[in-house]
């Protein structure tokens, strides 16, 4: 691991670290808040999935997020969206590639040698931050969009991993919306039967009793994807089904942007923080 | 004016307009917070002057400022830091000619016919802020280091205008300074004696008794400018001996980046608000 960019932030230190994935087999950065050190207790961790066209710096400075989780003693890990380099495929448009890696595991070439950010975000990653940090076992997920999709899919399906997820205008239902069916295609290849493990209301639906934790969405109710690709209705309609307890938040004004996810950053962290600190 | 941008952002509206200016001779673009409106009081404006490279989105997107300014009601206003567009004059470093305006008006070729940025913010911006927002007459300033010396010179030039003025790691005595004597050199000439009026050390000392207004000042010590450019020593002498009320606080362990701005813009808001409430 090589240490990028180390800043004082908020009494703690906001870092930005380069290493080599064997998952994604190239090279990855990642950035983490590490609050102030007030107790002899090792800090839980919040990870952040960003979303379409984000790397790990999006959220980091942005979101404002290092004032609430200095407060609260919780570290925030940053991922990247997708593997990076030069010999990583991409395409030509936003939504498929680099920067847009939708946190699944790719079947079909030429995205299958790299494009594996599910075992990244799920092994990988926290094994190194664990090796690398003081932390405590417990951690919690949020995300933004595609990273709101990606944060859902990591905790449904890893029961008992996450004591709760959060996430700001999700893709909740990437088999029935275009960014879904795109990259799903292209990354899964044209078998649908193969789309539904990455799909937060089909994996809701198919989740045991004993499966559910605590859920927060907030979505903006002037979002320009609103209606074409996020509808978190169709996740809220799942969890009633399953007596999930999920609460979806509709904020009147709000849009797509990080100024949304500004604005309500504090709230997550203080749901989260209720059973990351238990 | 033309609005280019509008995000709801903790209860208010964050706005990007672009507007003709006659003092630049040039297009220019600013950013202006406004807050949730909770009173029939019109609120009253913090100005604030960014770094050299900037332009009106950095502390914007970066500062975390609009939470606070939202819960005291205090609109702020970003301004850009140079006239912009193909016609304006400009050079290859980054710390002369466009976002590097330096707060002055030029009096050399080939920056005079558009480099007034003083003029634009003492008259102009402020008379189109009056005429466009619902705003109180009563204002404050503040900035960073490039932007910290624009708001000091701006309040220590105009005397009654400003309620207070604080800086974040300011360029205090530009005279003494590589940043200022470059700029200097090519905005105002070789005549050192024209360059006096543009110093806040050389204003402080020269200020008359009643012009004093409460002075906040942040400076990192892990700052890469403190030794070479920045020095707010020279100011906090100059402070002391005309008993003008200033606080400097020297951060430990921040450096000049926005995460240290970020860190302590809530302090400075809440220091602004004060006397901008009064």
């Known amino acids: 691991m090589e240490l990028l960019e180390e800043h004082r932030c908020f009494e703690g230190w906001q870092q930005r670290w380069r290493h080599d994935s064997a998952v994604l087999n190239c090279t990855m950065t990642f950035s983490i808040f590490l609050p102030p050190q007030r107790t002899a207790t090792a800090p839980p961790v919040l990870y952040w999935l960003s979303g379409l066209t984000c790397n790990d710096e999006n959220f980091t400075t942005k979101a404002g997020a290092q004032r609430v989780a200095a407060e609260l003693g919780i570290v925030l890990v940053m991922p990247d969206t997708s593997p990076r380099g030069d010999a990583v495929a991409d395409a030509d448009s936003y939504d498929l590639g680099k920067g847009a890696g939708f946190y699944l595991n790719a ?96 994996l809701m639906l198919e989740s045991g009793e004993a499966d559910a934790i605590p859920t927060l969405i907030d979505q903006g109710d002037n979002d320009q994807f609103l209606a074409d690709q996020l509808q978190p209705a169709r996740l809220a309609e799942a969890a009633r089904q399953k007596s999930w307890p999920l609460t979806l938040r509709i904020q009147s004004g709000y849009d797509h942007s990080y100024y949304f996810i500004a604005s309500f950053i504090e709230d997550h962290l203080r749901f989260h923080a209720q059973y990351l600190l238990k």
């Open 107 to 202: 079947t079909q070439q030429p995205w299958a040698a790299h494009y594996r950010m599910y075992d990244y975000l799920r092994d990988e990653l926290p094994a190194l931050i664990a090796a690398e940090f003081k932390v405590s076992s417990r951690c919690a997920i949020s995300g933004h969009s595609m990273g709101g999709h990606g944060a859902l899919i990591m905790a449904l399906k890893n029961p008992g991993r996450y004591t709760s997820v959060s996430a700001f205008a999700p893709i909740v239902n990437p088999l029935q919306v275009p960014w879904g069916q795109k990259a799903f295609t292209a990354y899964l290849g044209e078998d649908r039967e193969q789309w539904r493990a990455w799909d937060s209301c089909v």
